[in-house]
């Protein structure tokens, strides 16, 4: 029996890291892709036997298509595809210029669409899974976040699209949508207030893991969920489930 192949984008850190050991930990072999050079020959040499490193940037078109050629000559499928690169970039919306929106969009929803539309012919021939890595400020609104936010918006949008259209080939498209999570630069940014008042937010009460988000991930790309599809899951502790009631009013 031929062994799935993983193909996850943003995977030299963070939840795309953890997921691609996560596929590892199955069973699966992983092509980790990543724009940066050093982490990614990092990322790749702790993952060790089973996973390949490819250096493209998701947001350039001819960059794409030398990945699928790349990763389709060294593993021969693409059994799935994790749309997880993306860029934090967060500002007022007066300062939010148009170059800092492009480069925000051109990651976060750009490079969603040209992965999925590049791997889709392999995808075809396996009747693969596609899982986009959206955000809960794709699902919320908040401050500072207008290019983020709506970049993450649109994700979840594709991905509806996605699953109406590639339904008939045997392709699955999901969504998943991380509220906070503790990553180190999260835990480097976040004052002691913020995470209090993200814990009070927070039905569960406390930040999300890598592992945790990667858990659901994994889940979408295999047999287990193999009826689901278009489906858009928040692992965020429930804090999209409380909407914009105050915390105080939960007690």
């Known amino acids: 029996m031929l062994e799935k192949v993983a193909l996850v984008t943003g995977a030299a850190r963070g939840i795309g890291f953890?997921?691609?050991?996560?596929?590892?930990?199955?069973?699966?072999?992983?092509?980790?892709?990543?724009?940066?050079?050093?982490?990614?020959?990092?990322?790749?040499?702790?993952?060790?036997?089973?996973?390949?490193?490819f250096d493209y940037d998701v947001s350039d078109p001819s960059a794409v298509d030398?990945?699928?050629?790349?990763?389709?000559?060294?593993?021969?499928?693409?059994?799935?595809?994790?749309?997880?690169?993306?860029?934090?970039?967060?500002?007022p919306i007066e300062e939010t210029d148009f170059a800092r929106w492009r480069r925000v969009m051109e990651t976060n929803?750009?490079?969603?669409?040209?992965?999925?539309?590049?791997?889709?012919?392999?995808?075809?021939?396996?009747?693969?899974?596609?899982?986009?890595?959206?955000?809960?400020?794709?699902?919320?609104?908040?401050?500072?976040?207008?290019?983020?936010?709506?970049?993450?918006?649109?994700?979840?949008?594709?991905?509806?699209?996605?699953?109406?259209?590639?339904?008939?080939?045997?392709?699955?498209?999901?969504?998943?949508c991380p509220g906070p999570v503790r990553t180190k630069l999260a835990m480097a940014v976040h004052t002691q207030d913020i995470i209090d008042a993200y814990h009070d937010a927070i039905p569960l009460n406390r930040y999300g893991s890598e592992q945790e988000i990667a858990e659901v991930i994994v889940?979408?790309?295999?047999?287990?969920?193999?009826?689901?599809?278009?489906?858009?899951?928040?692992?965020d502790g429930g804090f999209e489930s409380t909407g914009v009631g105050l915390p105080a009013l939960r007690g």
């Open 18 to 53: 953890a997921t691609a050991r996560l596929f590892l930990d199955a069973g699966w072999l992983v092509a980790v892709l990543d724009r940066d050079t050093e982490a990614l020959n990092s990322a790749v040499q702790d993952l060790g036997q089973g996973a390949g490193g």
């Open 66 to 91: 030398a990945a699928i050629k790349d990763i389709m000559a060294r593993f021969g499928r693409i059994d799935a595809l994790v749309n997880n690169a993306g860029v934090a970039d967060f500002g």
């Open 109 to 176: 929803l750009d490079g969603v669409f040209l992965m999925s539309q590049a791997a889709t012919p392999a995808l075809k021939q396996t009747q693969g899974a596609i899982v986009n890595i959206a955000s809960i400020s794709g699902l919320r609104a908040s401050t500072l976040r207008v290019a983020y936010g709506t970049s993450k918006a649109a994700v979840i949008q594709l991905t509806k699209q996605q699953a109406a259209e590639l339904g008939e080939h045997g392709i699955r498209a999901n969504c998943v």
């Open 219 to 235: 889940f979408l790309c295999s047999d287990k969920s193999s009826y689901v599809t278009g489906q858009v899951i928040a692992s």
